[in-house]
Nanobody, 117 residues
């Protein structure tokens, strides 16, 4: 089992920045992907960005150039630095952990990000 604790989020004006953190604990493997998803009520949860334990990262087209995902493997923590925020970034953000060799996935609690225009 893996537990994920999310911090960050909140209300910010358009053009502002926020930073999300997600700390994993429990049965952490060396073959994992950690990432961030977001969901707006009535819509499907969508990938924002993810990062392999090797450091290789992927981003949704809508956030490329504005968001930066990073991780500290020693702390089993993933971060999402969100800059130049837009009202359309408003959503509940979720942290995810996947052990891609075991095929196990875990979700953290959501954190609300609200960007006012």
């Amino acid at each position: 089992q893996v537990q994920l604790v999310v911090s960050g989020g909140g209300l910010v004006q358009a053009g502002g920045s926020l930073r999300l953190s997600c700390a994993a604990s429990g049965s952490i493997s060396s073959t994992n992907i950690m990432g961030w998803y977001r969901q707006v009520p009535g819509n499907q949860r969508e990938l924002v960005a993810n990062i392999f334990s090797s450091g290789s990262a992927n981003y949704a087209d809508s956030v490329k150039g504005r968001f930066t995902i990073s991780r500290d493997n020693a702390k089993s923590t993933v971060y999402l630095q969100m800059d130049s925020l837009k009202p359309e970034d408003t959503a509940e953000y979720y942290c995810a952990y996947t052990d891609y060799l075991r095929g196990a996935s875990y979700w953290g609690q959501g954190t609300q990000v609200t960007v006012s225009s």
